[in-house]
């Protein structure tokens, strides 16, 4: 079996192996082989192509991106997608304006260590794709699946634009697969993971398998509630979030980031807008909890959504 840690890992040294562009960059991805372990051996695989950085996100972007003009492929991993933010000068005025500035394309991979996991606190376990995702420019993506960890990864590598890639932790070991993709669905396309009739539940990353887990739950009630993968919020797939309301009526959208301005709000709001005829009961939303993320693993469980949360709120909008 593979985990979703090793298809990512698979997906760089591919990479590597197929285009002499392609670099890896970054805090310990050396000879420690990552913090999470994401670049394991690869240093030694390919000599001189996977480099230690110095402690400082804002130049280890800045230089990808001077790379990226000199028509380099760089991966760039952050250890914690919380630490981005100290590069985020680079990533929103520099690499995500780049082509609008001067026609010249910036294909940068950042890779965001993204989501909470048990004991890791306020700095260690943001999502932050919705903040990506406000500024034109960024492809931002999301991997549920082993499958998609390692086929999107590659995509990644291939768009000229820059691309920020959140890997979810908590997936990192929880997650496996038997095998690796030979073809995937192409970045901006959603998946319909689970078909259902009553209720439609949007959902991304992690927050996918809690969807499914609720659905689950529910189905054991008599409700058959269908599960979307958006896969990618930037750009995002509204046809077929749209075209799966169209056979259920109700949404309801789940995220781990926080509820202010997240990626399940331009959910509800693209639904509103170009659905609203479709709707038999108010589309709702769930988030992590507007408080930043807490230690404690016992409050940890309680500040994101979970299946059972997930399975309550659905209810409510069911027997609407």
Not at 66 to 86: C, H, K, N, Y
Not at 174 to 189: R, T
Request: charged share 20%; proline share 6%; aromatic share 8%.
């Amino acid at each position: 079996m593979i985990t979703y840690l090793e298809a990512i890992r698979a997906a760089q040294a591919k990479a590597l192996r197929d285009d002499p562009r392609v670099y890896i960059y970054g805090q310990d991805v050396g000879a420690f082989g990552g913090a999470f372990k994401a670049t394991k051996n690869l240093a030694s695989e390919f000599p001189g192509r996977v480099l230690d950085s110095p402690l400082s996100e804002d130049a280890i972007i800045g230089s990808a991106i001077g790379a990226a003009l000199a028509g380099m492929r760089p991966i760039v991993e952050m250890q914690f997608a919380d630490f981005s933010t100290v590069g985020f000068n680079q990533i929103v005025n520099h690499a995500a304006t780049l082509f609008w500035r001067t026609g010249h394309s910036c294909p940068v991979t950042i890779r965001l260590p993204s989501g909470g996991t048990a004991g890791a606190g306020p700095f260690h376990s943001q999502s932050l794709e919705a903040l990506y995702a406000h500024y034109p420019g960024l492809v931002v993506l999301t991997p549920a699946t082993v499958e998609d960890a390692y086929a999107m990864l590659l995509e990644a590598v291939a768009i000229d634009d820059p691309v920020i890639f959140c890997e979810h932790k908590y997936l990192y070991y929880h997650l496996k697969a038997a095998e690796l993709p030979s073809e995937a669905m192409p970045v901006g396309k959603a998946r319909v993971a689970r078909h259902g009739r009553d209720a439609t539940i949007v959902s991304y990353s992690a927050m996918l398998h809690e969807a499914l887990a609720a659905a689950e739950e529910l189905a054991t009630e008599g409700w058959e509630v269908e599960v979307v993968d958006l896969r990618s919020v930037k750009p995002l797939d509204t046809d077929t979030v749209l075209a799966s309301v169209a056979r259920t009526g109700r949404l309801l959208a789940v995220g781990e980031s926080f509820p202010w301005g997240g990626v399940t709000s331009e959910v509800l709001a693209r639904v509103a807008a170009e659905g609203f005829d479709l709707l038999d009961a108010p589309p709702r939303r769930l988030n992590a909890r507007d408080t930043p993320v807490p230690y404690h693993p016992n409050l940890w469980g309680t500040h994101r959504p979970t299946a059972v949360t997930i399975a309550g709120e659905a209810r409510s909008l069911l027997n609407f």
